[in-house]
C-alpha cells in the first residue's frame, strides 16, 4: 500500500478560475492531473462542467438585455 501523502494536492485559485471560465482548460487539466492528483483533478472537472451553464445563461443575458 501507498501510505504517503500528496502535499501539493490542491488546485492554486488561478487554475480555478480559468477552468470555470475556460471549460476546455479544466477538462485538460482533469485529464492532465488525473492519477498523481485525484483532488485537484476533481476540482478542476467540476469547475471546467459549472463552466459551461454558467457561461451559456451569461452569453443569454449579454446578448438579451446588453447587446440589444
Do not use: C, E, H, W
Request: a positive charge; charged letters at 10%; glycine letters at 12%.
Amino acid at each position: 500500500m501507498n501510505s504517503q501523502k500528496q502535499v501539493n494536492d490542491k488546485l492554486p485559485m488561478g487554475l480555478t478560475i480559468l477552468s470555470n471560465a475556460l471549460p476546455p482548460v479544466g477538462f485538460y487539466l482533469y485529464y492532465r492531473f488525473g492519477k498523481a492528483f485525484p483532488k485537484k483533478a476533481r476540482t478542476a472537472l467540476i469547475n471546467g462542467i459549472l463552466g459551461i451553464p454558467i457561461g451559456t445563461m451569461g452569453g443569454y443575458l449579454l446578448q438579451t438585455y446588453v447587446f440589444n
